[in-house]
């Protein structure tokens, strides 16, 4: 097991890859109208038709700014729902501590969106004698987009159980909020961005210094099998506005060499796109430094 999270370089910008281990969720939920041959053949499936994932998250460390994006999957599961998701390896805090930083010495937290994968470390167990749920990073204003939040307090069928009250009331009840519509430029070379599709308020991160462009996509490119426009996942809540923005995102990293850093890849956390001769068919390419 590695001793210290991967550190890739935009500039004078560090961003530090930091695991909140893997987990397995159903392939078809990942894959949703894609037949199955297909993703099985990349991606593999347990015994249970399960595949795994990574839950990667990203330290920025611009200047004395620290910028955590999304929270990973965190460790609030009964045993049972551990068994389902088969939670294994270290810890966002585990990582974090590795690297030299407490939860206080974040700034910010942005959530690209508010699923439980992505938001999972946002609040955890107080202590003391209420057992109540707190904000991690007490330090920290947390980022996210106006129409994720209210999203997220207004579920429907098919995102109930992944807009868990519990990741993001400790912090509304905290005020540590920081809503936005849009665009937020958080510190100069760090925008966050609304993309929509996969959720109403769901956004990326851009990361600019140097004359390179790193972007931390969530969910709008979970690993690098959905690098294919049509392979939006069964939980993606407005699919049409996915490809659309996939396919900007793709084209734009492809054609200006943005690095793309990705939630839930074990292999490629963050790599290259080289587009072929096909139009929106694109080859990915492993980023070495
Ligand atoms: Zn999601």
Do not use: Q
């Not at 990349?42 to 920025?60: H, K, P, Q, S, W």
């Not at 969106?113 to 003391?128: E, F, K, R, T, V």
């Not at 510190?187 to 959720?199: A, I, K, L």
């Amino acid at each position: 097991m590695r001793n210290l999270p991967d550190t890739i370089r935009i500039g004078g910008i560090e961003v530090l890859v930091l695991s909140d281990g893997v987990f397995r969720l159903d392939g078809g939920s990942m894959f949703g109208i894609v037949p199955r041959p297909l993703w099985e053949a990349e991606r593999g499936t347990d015994e249970e038709g399960r595949v795994t994932l990574a839950c990667n998250c990203f330290l920025i460390l611009a200047g004395k700014t620290k910028i955590l994006v999304d929270s990973g999957i965190g460790r609030k599961f009964d045993e049972k729902r551990r068994r389902i998701y088969a939670l294994d390896g270290r810890t966002l805090p585990e990582e974090l501590a590795a690297a030299g930083f407490s939860p206080r010495d974040v700034d910010f937290v942005v959530n690209t969106h508010l699923h439980m994968d992505h938001a999972g470390w946002n609040a955890s167990p107080g202590g003391g004698d209420s057992g109540g749920l707190v904000p991690t990073f007490p330090n920290a204003r947390y980022v996210v987009e106006r129409r994720e939040l209210y999203a997220a307090g207004h579920p429907t069928e098919l995102n109930r159980r992944t807009y868990l009250p519990e990741n993001w009331v400790p912090v509304a009840n905290a005020g540590l909020f920081l809503v936005y519509d849009w665009k937020l430029d958080i510190v100069p070379g760090v925008t966050v961005f609304r993309t929509g599709g996969h959720t109403p308020g769901h956004a990326c991160v851009m990361i600019r210094d140097g004359g390179r462009t790193a972007v931390a996509a969530g969910d709008l490119l979970p690993t690098s099998s959905h690098r294919r426009v049509p392979w939006a996942t069964a939980y993606d809540m407005f699919p049409v506005e996915t490809m659309d923005a996939r396919r900007w995102l793709l084209r734009e990293a492809a054609r200006k060499r943005w690095l793309l850093l990705c939630d839930h890849e074990p292999e490629f956390k963050a790599f290259y796109l080289k587009e072929g001769a096909i139009p929106d068919r694109y080859e990915v390419e492993a980023a070495r430094d």
